[in-house]
């Protein structure tokens, strides 16, 4: 079967370096040979803060795969798969993908995913505009040490755990998906590590984060 590969960097220093690039030509070439994919063509998107909407290296990636009939392997989808626009675009091209880093997630899981995460992404920026608008208006000076009372450092370790709890959201997906599958807590960790995620403090997942994931899931009323 053939298949054209998508990689994906964030700027140009990143690309010439190699960084993060030759992590995902090596998951691609591995995921290929395992699954017997030929590779005819590779495209390489380098992203900035301000085309992230506009994926030439992409439009010519899909436009190559549906002439040759072949499937798109995304090497990284993770981020990408938090923007509506992105999986959108995908999804209307009619090409058929896979992610290898989530291999096991299909379009519409993912585009369900990106729903959320998008929807959340703007109620944290939201929330946050809101707080630092109180802040301002009860006359706290931000940015200021001296104004590190007690509750400003609680409120600061509360935000801190918020912010953790929303990190997990699209990783949440995939858990539910990999349990629904069978997958023990050990395995569901260990293709976690394999694919390249890490918990919000940078550490290798092990079972009992992949539990509690899930057992928050559960408690928000997702399934497990």
């Given at each position: 079967m053939k298949a054209v590969a998508y990689y994906r960097v964030s700027r140009q220093k990143q690309a010439a370096s190699g960084l993060g690039l030759e992590a995902q030509q090596a998951n691609v070439a591995a995921f290929a040979k395992a699954r017997g994919y030929e590779v005819t063509a590779t495209f390489t998107e380098i992203e900035t803060g301000t085309n992230k909407r506009q994926r030439p290296e992409l439009a010519?990636?899909?436009?190559?795969?549906?002439?040759e009939g072949a499937e798109?392997?995304?090497?990284?989808?993770?981020?990408l798969a938090r923007n509506v626009h992105f999986v959108s675009g995908l999804m209307e091209s009619r090409v058929r993908f896979t992610a290898v880093d989530m291999p096991e997630v299909d379009s519409l899981t993912v585009h369900i995913l990106a729903a959320v995460a998008e929807k959340e992404a703007k109620m944290i920026s939201t929330r946050t505009k809101d707080a630092l608008k109180a802040a301002r208006a009860r006359g706290v000076k931000l940015g200021n040490p001296q104004n590190l009372t007690l509750e400003a450092r609680r409120q600061g370790a509360q935000a801190r755990r918020t912010r953790a709890v929303e990190s997990y959201r699209l990783v949440s997906g995939y858990v539910q998906v990999l349990r629904a599958q069978g997958l023990t807590l050990q395995r569901i960790a260990?293709?976690?590590?394999?694919?390249?995620?890490?918990?919000?403090?940078?550490?290798?997942?092990?079972?009992?984060?992949?539990?509690?994931?899930?057992?928050r899931a559960q408690r928000e009323g997702g399934v497990q």
């Open positions: 010519r990636a899909l436009e190559q795969a549906r002439r798109l392997l995304i090497a990284k989808l993770d981020r260990d293709r976690l590590n394999a694919e390249g995620h890490r918990t919000v403090t940078g550490k290798l997942w092990r079972p009992v984060q992949v539990r509690n994931v899930l057992l």
